[in-house]
């Protein structure tokens, strides 16, 4: 079992629709949860954090996370095609100093 | 603003070269990385370093050194470039402990042996 899941993609939805992309982890220990977005042919850029069970927003995203199930996701609000991107999750524990582990990530399109 | 600089968008070498990837961060960080990222494999990591002159493997160290001998600078090395190393090559960096993100990324070199 991968340390960090994402939902497998690619996923697609049309623009203005929500667009949920998932992540589990398998580290109970784990105590930060990040997502990044990655253009094609770009690096990735950290658009959220979260560290506390709960919803967290900042604009059109959402994070939410559930530390019982193990799992974070990021909603999109009113998705546009400028969303279109591959997101990676990643996860921290306590003792790794900053050293995250990245899922293999999930590609989004969102269609005009 | 946050800036990891890269000293090379794109770079094509030969087998057997020596090959020098620079990284720089201006954010006074402790913690800094090298990835490499391949189609279907992820972000992989190959060194990370928490302090200067102080390296630890990461999950692909073969074939690959680093050395950090001032907080702001991060470089790795491959001893003898292989075909098999052709990727893009991200440079991370951040602050220590669990909150921190790792990170703030470079804008990636890719790597071409040929």
């Known amino acids: 079992q991968k340390e960090v899941e994402q939902n497998s993609g690619p996923l697609s939805v049309p623009e203005g629709a929500i667009a949920s992309l998932n992540c589990t982890y398998s580290d109970r220990g784990s105590q930060s949860f990040f997502w990044y977005r990655q253009y094609s042919g770009k690096s990735p850029e950290l658009i959220m954090f979260i560290y506390s069970n709960g919803d967290k927003e900042d604009g059109r995203f959402t994070a939410q996370l559930n530390k019982a199930s193990q799992y974070v996701s990021l909603l999109i609000r009113d998705s546009q095609p400028s969303d279109s991107a591959t997101y990676l999750c990643?996860?921290?524990?306590?003792?790794?100093?900053?050293?995250?582990?990245f899922g293999d990530g999930t590609t989004l399109t969102v269609k005009p | 603003d946050v800036k990891v600089t890269q000293s090379s968008r794109y770079l094509v070498k030969r087998t057997g070269e020596k090959v020098f990837l620079e990284c720089v961060q201006d954010?006074?960080?402790?913690?800094m990385f090298w990835y490499r990222q391949d189609p279907g494999l992820g972000l992989r990591l190959i060194y990370f370093?928490?302090?200067?002159?102080?390296?630890e493997k990461g999950d692909i160290p073969e074939g690959y050194s680093v050395s950090r001998e001032k907080k702001e600078r991060f470089s790795l090395i491959l001893e003898s470039a292989s075909t098999n190393q052709t990727s893009m090559y991200l440079c991370a960096s951040s602050q220590p402990g669990g909150m921190s993100a790792s990170g703030y990324f470079g804008p990636g070199t890719r790597l071409t042996v040929t």
């Open positions: 990643a996860v921290n524990t306590n003792t790794n100093a900053g050293k995250s582990t």
């Open positions: 370093s928490y302090d200067v002159k102080m390296k």
């Open positions: 954010m006074d960080h402790e913690n």
